[in-house]
């Protein structure tokens, strides 16, 4: 199984907060993305990192910001949370010095998902 | 425009019985396909992956087929098994970018009643 985490699982907050997401992964990798999925729609990348220092707007225009200080960490935050954040954020890495073992279906630059976190604004 | 398309968009099966799921796609240069499995609630988990000179690719009870030429791919899911229960998502990645860009299907949401 994939070392990448997410947290908080789910969040439940006011309009106007500010709130981060949080990511990591222990598995060395130099890529890391975030993406965004609606109920019964495809994911939509938002935000994507090379390696550290590296950050890149996605395909899917967001006002939420990321930062890459550390290889293992991508954390996401929306300054200020509106209803249309509601949304699930799915956080992956990919590649690099990788210290997973190759399991079938999987490639040198498979990307590993964390188990998301479910984002509702009232 | 690169666009993957899935269908059926649902499913429900009895347990033990195969089903296959499809995949066209329209993503130009094709790098590879790959089919993730997602449950409820869960990321994505990677099932094949296949390369423009591969036919099929067996994970056990999953084989994927990809015909390059018609850019048609499918998933075969045999004896299943009430864990099969999940969405699973065709991935068509790209080799025009350093990034490899994924482009994501909408899933095809299986549920295996016993």
């Known amino acids: 199984e994939a070392d990448i985490y997410q947290t908080p699982r789910y969040l439940v907050i006011g309009t106007g907060k500010k709130i981060t997401l949080e990511c990591s992964q222990t598995?060395?990798?130099?890529?890391m993305y975030w993406y965004q999925q609606d109920p019964g729609m495809e994911l939509h990348l938002i935000h994507y990192?090379?390696?550290?220092?590296?950050?890149e707007k996605g395909d899917l225009s967001s006002e939420s910001t990321v930062s890459r200080i550390r290889t293992e960490h991508f954390p996401l935050t929306l300054e200020s949370a509106r209803p249309s954040h509601t949304s699930q954020y799915l956080c992956?890495?990919?590649?690099?010095?990788?210290?997973?073992?190759?399991?079938?279906?999987?490639?040198?630059?498979?990307?590993?998902f964390g188990p998301g976190t479910r984002l509702t604004v009232l | 425009k690169n666009q993957v398309e899935q269908s059926p968009q649902s499913l429900i099966i009895l347990e033990g019985k195969n089903c296959t799921l499809q995949?066209?796609?329209?993503?130009?240069?094709?790098?590879?396909l790959r089919w993730y499995k997602q449950d409820t609630g869960r990321g994505p988990v990677s099932l094949t992956i296949?390369?423009?000179?591969?036919n099929t690719k067996s994970n056990g009870r999953y084989t994927a087929t990809l015909d390059a030429d018609t850019k048609q791919s499918s998933l075969h899911i045999t004896a299943s098994q009430l864990s099969d229960s999940a969405s699973y998502i065709c991935?068509?990645?790209?080799?025009?970018?350093?990034?490899?860009?994924?482009?994501f299907g909408r899933g095809t949401q299986l549920t295996v009643w016993p």
């Open positions: 991935v068509v990645s790209d080799r025009g970018s350093t990034l490899g860009r994924l482009y």
């Open positions: 598995m060395g990798h130099d890529k």
């Open positions: 990192s090379y390696g550290v220092n590296s950050t």
């Open positions: 995949c066209n796609y329209t993503v130009s240069p094709f790098s590879n």
């Open positions: 992956a890495s990919s590649e690099g010095r990788a210290r997973v073992t190759l399991m079938p279906g999987q490639g040198k630059d498979t990307q590993y």
């Open positions: 296949m390369t423009f000179s591969e």
